[in-house]
């Protein structure tokens, strides 16, 4: 497909009737707009002539009734129009598609309108027409919008709705449900043929039994696809309430932080609460021994004058029991220790050692002495521990003081809100956190009900393969049929797998050899595809890379766009809005010299800010920058689409 001309009524910024008429040429096209002037707009505009859609942030659909150019001061919603104009396979289309045409009825209603090569295409046809051109599914790989991003982010978290779907997207453009919809279409012909067996089999008294076997089995199995069919379809209509609901809150993003932060804040200043209560009743729980504390120099120092005293009374009392031996032995004669006789020249040498103090009023002394200290060691306190315990307490305090103060900021700013807001707000968040709980339980049950379903129906082959090999003439004709099926079934899947990871080793290797041209990093070597057509950057030692850059998401998602326009049988122009707002100047570059090899149709809507016109005119040589257009302001209401690049 190849874009000729886009005509616009009163669409968005675009007042009355305007054109822009695509280049012939094959290259790069700049459309140059400043932030508001209707870059998106017109995005939006080659989208509506298409599918009769209008996108905003985070892909959610505009109302129609909005989109229309206004006059001053009008409410009412207003009519509008485009025609796109685009050839494919030597034929040429318009298809227009208009709304706010009246419905006789006081309402408004949209007209649709398809001409091929001069011949008007009925509803039906033209319908068949565009979903073989140009699929909704598959527009994202050639509407490139850079602020969704993160869609393609999901591609490296398998089972995640948007993943699925991106992947689902990827696998039509590469024709992949041909060969899904050809497998599927011999699995119910083998259910059916199955279902004959069966019933062929149940006329022999030979066979009955596993005939009638086989025919619960297959019900069962029946019982278990619908099973797995009706969780698919809660999963399904659970993710888009999930959708919905986020995207209705897409516009309350500051209250939901402020709400989230205050939940945070307050179980923050329960926990401290917590924390403040438990160190006060710690500290008043020995509130009896902050005396002891505080007596404690006092009681330290009287106790290392007892330990002086005590260690002279019992100097004095040994020295005073010495003499009062050796005295004894002077005047018995005998030592009182060993029984000996103690000589004339021994006792000489004991009389100067006469005792002086009396070791009975001594020892009194040291016990009265040794009382004193231990009661003045049960006096005694820990210090340290009450220091510390105060310390604490005190920094509890202080914390609670500082959350207590950060929780009432967050009470002021939800304070202004409009009144009803925040209950509003609450609501839908509630709302939410019950359909993401749903959905994730649905989803469990959908895992196990498809385990459920491949053991029934393992059960029904295993016993159609028993059928068969019993042989009997009544079931011949059946169990050729089952058996020819089963084969071609078998074939078809594996011919799927096949398919498949060829495709995948095909965007692989494209988008490698992209993004090696993309790239400004050295050090990442290639890219690495998943089951999902994620991708991952690799190191030279094949190694991925962790965590990677919003930059480089940026190239990644161009890289796998370039590689399915590469390897899809489908071809089309590459338009994309915001191409460069997560880029360095010099991937900026990269991109430019790169572009003209994903399409032969290439479109970026930009801003001077964005990208600079000299350096894409000496990157965009020898012919590939084919026009340029810019949207010059004519009033907040009124942008001009004017040819040429701005003055």
């Given at each position: 497909m190849r874009l000729l001309r886009l005509e616009v009524d009163d669409f968005g910024p675009y007042r009355g009737t305007q054109r822009y008429d695509f280049a012939s040429a094959p290259g790069v096209e700049l459309l140059w707009g400043e932030n508001g002037r209707g870059k998106t707009s017109l995005l939006n505009a080659i989208r509506y002539a298409l599918f009769g859609v209008v996108l905003g942030r985070a892909s959610a659909q505009i109302d129609l009734t909005t989109v229309g150019n206004r006059d001053q001061g009008s409410s009412e919603p207003s009519p509008f129009k485009t025609t796109l104009t685009f050839e494919h396979g030597g034929q040429t289309f318009k298809l227009t598609r208009a709304y706010g045409v009246s419905d006789g009825a006081g309402g408004v209603r949209e007209r649709v309108s398809m001409v091929r090569d001069g011949d008007v295409l009925g509803p039906e046809e033209r319908d068949q027409q565009m979903a073989r051109l140009l699929p909704e599914q598959i527009a994202r790989f050639f509407l490139f919008d850079a602020e969704l991003l993160q869609e393609y982010e999901q591609l490296l978290n398998p089972g995640s709705d948007a993943g699925d779907k991106l992947k689902a997207a990827i696998e039509r453009i590469l024709g992949v449900p041909v060969l899904t919809q050809a497998r599927d279409d011999v699995a119910a012909a083998l259910k059916r043929a199955r279902t004959l067996q069966a019933k062929a089999a149940q006329k022999d008294k030979a066979t009955r039994d596993l005939g009638n076997n086989l025919q619960i089995a297959q019900d069962y199995a029946d019982q278990a696809r619908v099973n797995v069919e009706a969780l698919t379809e809660q999963v399904e209509a659970l993710q888009t309430d999930v959708n919905d609901v986020e995207k209705s809150l897409a516009g309350s993003a500051r209250y939901q932080k402020l709400l989230a932060t205050r939940n945070e804040r307050r179980?923050?200043?329960?926990?401290?609460?917590?924390?403040?209560?438990?160190?006060?009743?710690?500290?008043?729980?020995?509130?009896?021994?902050?005396?002891?504390?505080?007596?404690?120099?006092?009681?330290?120092?009287?106790?290392?004058?007892?330990?002086?005293?005590?260690?002279?009374?019992?100097?004095?009392?040994?020295?005073?029991?010495?003499?009062?031996?050796?005295?004894?032995?002077?005047?018995?004669?005998?030592?009182?220790?060993?029984?000996?006789?103690?000589?004339?020249?021994?006792?000489?040498?004991?009389?100067?050692?006469?005792?002086?103090?009396?070791?009975?009023?001594?020892?009194?002394?040291?016990?009265?002495?040794?009382?004193?200290?231990?009661?003045?060691?049960?006096?005694?306190?820990?210090?340290?521990?009450?220091?510390?315990?105060?310390?604490?307490?005190?920094?509890?305090?202080?914390?609670?003081?500082?959350?207590?103060?950060?929780?009432?900021?967050?009470?002021?700013?939800?304070?202004?809100?409009?009144?009803?807001?925040?209950?509003?707000?609450?609501?839908?968040?509630?709302?939410?956190?019950?359909?993401?709980?749903?959905?994730?339980?649905?989803?469990?049950?959908?895992?196990?009900?498809?385990?459920?379903?491949?053991?029934?129906?393992?059960?029904?082959?295993?016993?159609?393969?028993?059928?068969?090999?019993?042989?009997?003439?009544?079931?011949?004709?059946?169990?050729?049929?089952?058996?020819?099926?089963?084969?071609?079934?078998?074939?078809?899947?594996?011919?799927?797998?096949?398919?498949?990871?060829?495709?995948?080793?095909?965007?692989?290797?494209?988008?490698?050899?992209?993004?090696?041209?993309?790239?400004?990093?050295?050090?990442?070597?290639?890219?690495?595809?998943?089951?999902?057509?994620?991708?991952?950057?690799?190191?030279?030692?094949?190694?991925?890379?962790?965590?990677?850059?919003?930059?480089?998401?940026?190239?990644?998602?161009?890289?796998?766009?370039?590689?399915?326009?590469?390897?899809?049988?489908?071809?089309?122009?590459?338009?994309?809005?915001?191409?460069?707002?997560?880029?360095?100047?010099?991937?900026?570059?990269?991109?430019?010299a790169t572009l003209p090899q994903i399409s032969d149709q290439v479109m970026l809507l930009v801003h001077d800010e964005e990208l600079d016109r000299q350096m894409a005119l000496g990157l965009l040589g020898d012919g590939q920058l084919v026009a340029e257009h810019h949207l010059r302001r004519v009033s907040g209401r009124h942008t001009q689409i004017e040819r040429g690049a701005p003055a």
């Open positions: 179980l923050e200043v329960q926990r401290l609460q917590q924390r403040s209560t438990e160190r006060n009743d710690e500290l008043a729980a020995r509130a009896s021994e902050i005396w002891r504390a505080v007596a404690s120099p006092l009681v330290t120092q009287r106790l290392a004058e007892l330990e002086r005293l005590d260690d002279d009374l019992s100097e004095r009392y040994r020295r005073a029991i010495e003499a009062q031996q050796g005295a004894l032995a002077v005047s018995t004669g005998q030592c009182p220790t060993c029984k000996q006789e103690v000589s004339t020249a021994a006792a000489a040498l004991l009389h100067p050692h006469a005792p002086t103090d009396d070791p009975a009023a001594l020892q009194a002394e040291m016990v009265a002495l040794r009382s004193r200290r231990a009661a003045l060691r049960a006096v005694g306190g820990d210090p340290a521990l009450i220091a510390r315990l105060e310390r604490e307490a005190d920094q509890a305090r202080v914390d609670l003081s500082d959350a207590q103060g950060q929780l009432d900021e967050v009470e002021a700013d939800l304070a202004d809100a409009p009144p009803g807001t925040l209950e509003a707000v609450s609501t839908v968040i509630e709302q939410l956190a019950g359909y993401k709980a749903s959905l994730t339980n649905t989803r469990s049950r959908l895992a196990e009900a498809r385990t459920d379903a491949v053991a029934k129906d393992n059960a029904v082959t295993a016993l159609s393969d028993r059928l068969h090999r019993a042989g009997a003439g009544s079931t011949g004709v059946e169990d050729r049929r089952v058996a020819l099926l089963s084969q071609l079934l078998a074939l078809l899947t594996a011919a799927v797998t096949d398919f498949r990871d060829r495709l995948r080793e095909s965007v692989e290797d494209e988008a490698t050899k992209i993004f090696r041209l993309l790239s400004a990093e050295p050090d990442y070597d290639r890219l690495r595809i998943n089951d999902s057509y994620g991708l991952s950057i690799l190191f030279a030692d094949g190694s991925p890379v962790i965590n990677r850059s919003s930059g480089y998401e940026h190239v990644v998602a161009l890289s796998l766009t370039a590689a399915l326009q590469r390897c899809s049988p489908m071809s089309g122009p590459f338009i994309t809005d915001s191409p460069f707002g997560r880029l360095d100047g010099r991937h900026k570059r990269h991109v430019l």
